[in-house]
């Protein structure tokens, strides 16, 4: 099956540096989303994309679709505690899909 | 403003009980999804519903069975629960018309002993 790696898997950050984060796969997407997930909680969507080259930003959060369109990344800039979390990055391989594919996640911590 | 709803939240099951697990959308959304969680790793897909009245198999289905009751509901069950099936299990509903953003509920954390 499809397979999304996304990287780094953890990452610890001081308080209003900028974050940067990656999802790759060999196979092309056609979509690509970007979750954000709280302890206890479920995935909350941050960004969606759509086109390849595509840059959307959500607040102090920007995501661009890679040109290949076999890659999405995710930054966050002056990042604060709220911050903290799991991102995942998850996308659509072929076009009116129902079947999401999710990476394993990049758990971010915020030293105040 | 509910979003999606899932009950119960918890849940501790002995090995070969049976259980099914129930979820509710109010953003009047054709498409529903079940998906299962375990610790390092991203969601998995057990089921889908396209549309009402229609349901699909996922990336790891087996052991699992699930009925589309309406537009808003959709539920998982198992029959047979085993230790392997431990996991935090999530609902999640989206628009019609395939590769649209899915929205999650709060999951159900289940234990099976």
């Known amino acids: 099956g499809q397979q999304l790696n996304q990287s780094p898997q953890s990452m610890f950050i001081q308080e209003g540096e900028d974050v940067s984060m990656n999802c790759t796969s060999s196979?092309?997407?056609?979509?690509w989303l970007w979750y954000k997930q709280d302890p206890g909680e479920g995935p909350v969507l941050l960004i969606a994309?759509?086109?390849?080259?595509e840059l959307t930003s959500n607040g102090r959060l920007t995501a661009q679709f890679g040109i290949t369109r076999k890659d999405s990344f995710l930054n966050i800039s002056a990042s604060i505690p709220s911050d903290v979390g799991i991102y995942f990055c998850?996308?659509?391989?072929?076009?009116?899909?129902?079947?999401?594919?999710f990476g394993k996640g990049t758990k971010l911590s915020v030293i105040p | 403003n509910a979003g999606v709803t899932q009950t119960p939240k918890f849940q501790v099951l002995k090995t070969g009980q049976s259980m099914t697990l129930q979820c509710a959308q109010d953003?009047?959304?054709?498409?529903m999804y079940w998906y299962r969680q375990d610790p390092g790793m991203g969601l998995r897909l057990i089921y889908y519903?396209?549309?009402?009245?229609?349901?699909d198999k996922g990336e790891v289905p087996n052991g699992y069975n699930v009925s589309r009751l309406n537009k808003r509901e959709f539920s998982l069950r198992l029959e047979s629960a085993a230790p392997s099936q431990t996991s935090v299990y999530f609902c999640?509903?989206?628009?019609?018309?395939?590769?649209?953003?899915?929205?999650f509920g709060d999951g159900t954390r289940l234990s099976i002993l």
């Open positions: 999640a509903s989206s628009a019609t018309g395939g590769n649209q953003p899915q929205h």
């Open positions: 196979s092309i997407f056609n979509t």
């Open positions: 994309l759509y086109k390849a080259g």
């Open positions: 998850a996308g659509y391989s072929g076009a009116g899909s129902y079947q999401l594919t």
């Open positions: 953003m009047n959304h054709n498409s």
């Open positions: 519903s396209a549309s009402e009245g229609t349901t």
